[in-house]
Nanobody, 118 residues
Framework: QVQLVESGGGLVQAGGSLRLSCAASGRTFSIVGWFRQAPGKEREFVAAINWNGRNLHYGDSVKGRFTISRDNAKNTVYLQMSSLKPEDTAVYYC?????????????WGQGTQVTVSS
């Protein structure tokens, strides 16, 4: 059984930084993605990383501000968020994904809330 647990969210002022963590247990897959969902909006792709950390890509809205990384020894993927904007406010989730950035696990975790104040 796969379990993904997100943490690290919080309240931050615009321009600030946060680092999110995604801890995986059980069966794992090679590509991990971060997603976010703001109230009243659809879930949005944020970033993805492959198994060795050499293949990264980002959603257009976060390019240049967010950095995804992973520590395979800890089964953890991180999302370093900088220059945060109020529009980054959302619940952030992680999931294993395929090469088309589609999530593989139907059951999402609880996510971690990120709130950016102006």
């Amino acid at each position: 059984q796969v379990q993904l647990v997100e943490s690290g969210g919080g309240l931050v002022q615009a321009g600030g930084s946060l680092r999110l963590s995604c801890a995986a247990s059980g069966r794992t897959f090679s590509i991990v993605g971060w997603f976010r969902q703001a109230p009243g909006k659809e879930r949005e792709f944020v970033a993805a990383i492959n198994w060795n950390g050499r293949n990264l890509h980002y959603g257009d809205s976060v390019k240049g501000r967010f950095t995804i990384s992973r520590d395979n020894a800890k089964n953890t993927v991180y999302l370093q968020m900088s220059s945060l904007k109020p529009e980054d406010t959302a619940v952030y989730y992680c999931n294993f994904i395929d090469t088309k950035d589609d999530p593989l696990i139907d059951s999402w975790g609880q996510g971690t809330q990120v709130t950016v104040s102006s």
